[in-house]
């Protein structure tokens, strides 16, 4: 049974003591503490490239833990693993590993593209094939992306893994790349609509230069090709999809044509709309509360979370 969701949340501030109580009793709690290991290679030609490299979040304890695979933003050109050392830190110690990637950004003489969704696909390959040695569920493994790392996120969620461009580069092609789960913040996941209709805002400049200053009037295909929204189908993991309608960088009307697609796909969704959150909805706490909300039950369904494990 396919379930979709769409969810609003006002936060008055004169209330927010007493919102504050009722959201915390849905979150997840701490249960355990937390290792991690910084620059952990995820590819054979790490010592060439250095952005074939991770950072591991490890709970304490016996396992075997679900884990998220997180990816950074930065509009392609910038970010980096280390953006997400508070959260991945934060959900280790709520059960949940964590596997913070590094990916090819654009540069001024080469676009990052496909290299980049290549280098997710080869981390999430990497981790599954040496899931026992982290002690983590291989079947357990979702995404997590902010930004352009949610579209990134979005993407490898919506590919099958055998696309032309995955070909040869991507890891051990044995091991699947499919996830159980994709939690996207603030993500440009649709960018067929981006070129057609949101062609005047930040994010339609931001990915121009991603693309090595391709337009989608130039190459339309280039732009869809590069889309999560392209390659939508009925056995896509779900999406819990988190964006703020005042939005200025990547407009909300992105999200809500992403979901669409999905849910005409046949797809799971919860579209969680944070009234009044702008872009930075992850390290706004306040924003980011609302969003926790309503993503932390889902995460104890997914992942089957034992809220009494201890370290």
Known sequence: ????????????????????????ENLLPE???????????????????PYHFMDVYLPVGNGLF???????????????????NETAEFYAKRGIAGFAVDYTLTTANKTGWPDNVQDVIEAIRFIRENAMNYRIN???????????????????????????????????EKIRSRVCLVVDYSGATDFDYIGKYEN?????????RAFGNVSYSANPN??????????????????VIIHGTADMVVPIGVAVSFN?????????THFIRVEGGDHNILTNATENLVARYYLEPLLRKV????????S
């Open 1 to 24: 049974m396919i379930t979709m969701y769409s969810y609003a949340f006002v936060i008055i501030p004169e209330h927010y003591s007493t919102l504050q109580t009722q959201i915390e």
């Open 31 to 49: 249960i355990t503490n937390c290792t991690v290991q910084n620059g952990v290679p995820y590819s054979t030609d790490s010592r060439s490239n």
């Open 66 to 84: 679900p884990a998220f695979v997180y990816v950074h933003g930065g509009g392609w050109v910038r970010g980096s693993r280390s953006d997400y």
């Open 138 to 172: 291989s079947n357990r493994i979702a995404l997590f992306g902010y930004s352009a790392g949610a579209q990134f996120a979005s993407l490898a969620g919506t590919l099958s893994g055998n696309e032309s461009f995955l070909k040869g580069s991507s890891g051990n």
């Open 200 to 208: 005047a805002s930040s994010v339609y400049r931001i990915l121009t």
């Open 222 to 239: 280039l732009w869809i090709e590069a889309s999560a929204a392209t390659y939508v189908s009925s056995d896509d993991p779900p999406f």
């Open 260 to 268: 669409a697609k999905l849910q005409a796909a046949g797809a799971e």
């Open 303 to 310: 992942f089957n979370l034992n809220p009494q494990i201890t």
